[in-house]
């Protein structure tokens, strides 16, 4: 497949593709076990991390205290390596940059605000097979991230699946597996030049 008119937007996972939300997350379950009596494993927790919050948190957990917790510290979001170039180079490409997350809206927009990264449309609270329409709806050419789900996603919107190995499983069923989001700019050029080579 390669970009035309009807496919000019480049779709990214949020959570461990583009940020590390990790020190966030962690920082709430902390907060839910010592300061509200869960009785949590967080080591296992964020050894698992990446799961829909719903697979994730166990049973009983308050999950909607967790996302209050999760906002209230959400400036100790990062960047992960490679995440302004990747944009960026989407962007120079001509790609509108769309981000398609499991995370709610709110929280969402104020990690990529405080980590200072612009993008075109935020597509969230779509995780798995959720994020196929969102993909079609905003005519999604690639769609990149770190779980398997997001690769079954993209392959199911008829995008190309790029695999990043940022997250905590590895993002089996991808058509590109880059490994790290930093190698994407170069990939990008080489789709590029691949596609106005004379056929
Ligand atoms: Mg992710």
Redesign the pocket.
Known sequence: MTPTADRAAVGF?????LVDSRPVSRRALECLVEEHGHDLDVEMLMAAY?LPLSQWLAPGTDSELFRALQQQDVSDVVAMPGAFTAVDAARQAGHRVVVVTAAPSALAATMLQAVGLRVDVLRADVWAAGKVQPLRDERCWAFI???AD?MQAARDAGTIAIGVSS?TSPPYGADVDLGSLERFPAWLISQEAANARPT
Request: charged fraction near 35%; hydrophobic fraction near 20%; glycine fraction near 28%.
């Open positions: 996972d949020l959570d461990m593709t990446g991230g770190d779980h997001d997250g």
